[in-house]
T-cell receptor, first 116, second 115 residues
């Protein structure tokens, strides 16, 4: 069974600083990988996804992530953080199943706080 | 495109009553819908997967008689929490997918508080 680990429960960065959120996965085949962001009391918004092809994926809001098969990682990065980026971030691995859509397993999440 | 709505956004009910949460795909037909539960400061846990016209598939440990899921059309799925108890208080999130290789589109969530 697949699993996702986000080693950092909380991260605090200063506004304007760079950001990297770590994600490691365990999956037998080529994974479908996702990063979602959740603001308090809200649903999930997709930042970016990796299905195949270029291992560096660009997403919305200036985020990018790099798939590294050798390290089983899919870390999320942003060169300059804005105060509005403060939220909970979830990494997820998807498994395509017949008649079950693309089933997701989520990591535990990383809460990002941004200092002014 | 790919908008999913949930209703209500929050609900308070008394212990022992039942409450229904609706999940709708507004601009696409959802072959599969998913229901998740999220406790405060925790991740999303998949409760069940439902395909239109079929019985839902529940994850291990989720009581199917307590959490009734109906997916009667390609745009609507409902989750009914029967005989709710305070420990059922949680944030319930649905998502919808158009097919096996399609991503999931998430609703805004419903916060249930059982008093």
């Amino acid at each position: 069974a697949q699993s996702v680990t986000q080693p950092d429960i909380h991260i605090t960065v200063s506004e304007g600083a760079s950001l990297e959120l770590r994600c490691n996965y365990s999956y037998g085949a080529t994974p479908y990988l996702f990063w979602y962001v959740q603001s308090p009391g809200q649903g999930l918004q997709l930042l970016l996804k990796y299905f195949s092809g270029d291992t560096l994926v660009q997403g919305i809001k200036g985020f990018e992530a790099e798939f590294k098969r050798s390290q089983s990682s899919f870390n999320l990065r942003k060169p300059s953080v804005h105060w509005s980026d403060a939220a909970e971030y979830f990494c997820a691995v998807g498994e395509s199943k017949v008649d079950a859509g693309n089933m997701l397993t989520f990591g535990g999440g990383t809460r990002l706080m941004v200092k002014p | 495109g790919a908008v999913v709505s949930q209703h209500p956004s929050w609900v308070i009910c008394k212990s022992g009553t039942s409450v229904k949460i609706e999940c709708r795909s507004l601009d696409f037909q959802a072959t599969t819908m998913f229901w998740y539960r999220q406790f405060p400061k925790q991740s999303l846990m998949l409760m069940a997967t439902s395909n239109e016209g079929s019985k839902a598939t529940y994850e291990q440990g989720v009581e199917k008689d307590k959490f009734l899921i109906n997916h009667a059309s390609l745009t609507l799925s409902t989750l009914t929490v029967t005989s709710a108890h305070p420990e059922d208080s949680s944030f319930y999130i649905c998502s919808a997918s158009q097919g096996a290789l399609d991503e999931q589109y998430f609703g805004p969530g419903t916060r249930l508080t059982v008093t």
